[in-house]
């Protein structure tokens, strides 16, 4: 299927390993000119050769400007945006009596403000181009909490609501946005959280993990032209995990 979107311009942030990585691979095989970001230099020109990304930008989105200034630097080389992919880390575990106000600061300027300072920095750009994708990567603990994951559960529900309410809001420029949410996936992350793999898929009707790429494959469709009548929408990749209607 010819998704049309040849030559589009994406940026993708948290792009040097995990789901962003593989995303922009996607990308770019479908002949989508990218952008990748991360905070880490060495990581994310590595990742950039490795991936034929056409540009390899350092942002620390624990920092409040740093989405923009980014988003503004793609702008700026290349005249606009097309397609962007917002996605960090997870922040740190802990119950909420244990957590401190600082993490809770640090994870919403990484986790919220992130999201909402590469999107009002992109919006214009794809309103003067009547076309624009843009696309919000989360976490099934959006929908369904898991315990231990207080701040993540928190903050990224938020970001479902805030993507409903932008989807409606842009719609009439030709712009979607969706929420993406992933399960259990063969990431670096998964590994930091060192839950026993057998315990996880034990709770997953696939019996499995997903991998990176099967992730990718929903935000490239996402991406596409033929996804044009598609916003506003929270889509979890998940083997079945959510209970959830």
Do not use: C
């Not at 993708?12 to 479908?30: D, N, R, T």
């Not at 880490?40 to 920092?63: I, S």
């Not at 989360?138 to 559960?153: C, D, Q, V």
């Amino acid at each position: 299927m010819d998704l049309k979107i040849k030559n589009k311009r994406a940026l993708v942030f948290g792009a040097s390993s995990g789901l962003g990585y593989a995303i922009a691979q996607s990308l770019i095989q479908e002949g989508v000119k990218v952008a990748i970001s991360s905070s880490n230099e060495g990581r994310v020109q590595k990742a950039a050769r490795e991936l034929g990304a056409t540009l390899a930008l350092v942002g620390n989105l624990q920092k409040p400007g740093e989405a923009s200034k980014v988003v503004n630097q793609v702008i700026k080389e290349w005249g606009g945006i097309d397609i962007l992919v917002t996605n960090t880390g997870g922040p740190p575990k802990g119950l909420f009596m244990d957590l401190k106000p600082e993490q809770w600061q640090e994870g919403f300027q990484n986790l919220w403000m992130s999201a909402v300072e590469a999107m009002q920095s992109s919006i214009p750009s794809m309103i003067q181009n009547k076309w624009g994708r843009m696309m919000l990567v989360t976490s099934a603990a959006a929908r369904e909490p898991i315990m231990g994951l207080t701040i993540s559960n928190g903050l990224r529900a938020g970001l479902l609501g805030l993507t409903k309410n932008l989807s409606q809001e842009v719609a009439q420029y030709g712009i979607t946005v969706n929420a993406l949410l992933p399960g259990y996936t063969r990431t670096e992350r998964l590994k930091e959280l060192k839950v026993p793999e057998d315990k996880i898929t034990s709770q997953i009707p696939a019996r499995r993990l997903g991998e990176p790429e099967e992730f990718a494959a929903l935000a490239t469709f996402l991406a596409s032209e033929q996804a044009a009548y598609l916003t506003g929408q929270m889509i979890a990749v998940d083997g079945g995990y959510l209970h959830g209607i």
